[in-house]
């Protein structure tokens, strides 16, 4: 080889290969974890977002209209909606004793897939009243 020749050996490019390597294998994990985070983070996001769009249909209701039932254990005909393949969503409406002009509404959306970690379910309460 000439003097003054630049470029690199071949064990200097096999050694930062080498180093890329080791780097890359220890990088991994975060990437799988960031993955599965992700995933979760969007479950949670449609469970939430069909939690409230119930709850908001729920409170639009006329204050007369809202018939006392349901339950958030169990689908109960009329108070759960399975239309979608991803989310449940149950609600409860109790007619408080006091004052009488107060209802409780509670809503629970719950993810149809555990992929990832515990099963994914948002649960919301409010009052309402006349």
């Not at 080889?1 to 690199?8: I, L, V």
């Not at 390597?21 to 599965?36: D, H, Q, S």
Request: hydrophobic content about 50%.
């Amino acid at each position: 080889m000439r003097r003054g020749a630049s470029g690199f050996t071949l064990v200097e490019v096999l050694l930062a290969l080498a180093l890329m390597f080791i780097g890359a294998v220890a990088a991994a994990p975060m990437f799988i974890y960031a993955m599965k985070e992700t995933a979760a983070g969007a479950d949670i996001g449609s469970v939430g977002a069909a939690a409230v769009d119930r709850m908001e249909l729920l409170r639009s209701t006329a204050f007369d209209a809202l018939a006392a039932g349901g339950s958030l254990s169990s689908n109960v005909s009329g108070y759960s909606d399975t239309s979608s393949s991803k989310v449940t969503v149950r609600w409860q409406i109790v007619d408080n004793a006091n004052p009488v002009t107060e209802k409780t509404i509670s809503v629970r959306a719950i993810a149809t897939r555990t992929a990832i970690g515990l099963q994914k379910e948002v649960t919301l309460s409010c009052l309402r009243s006349r």
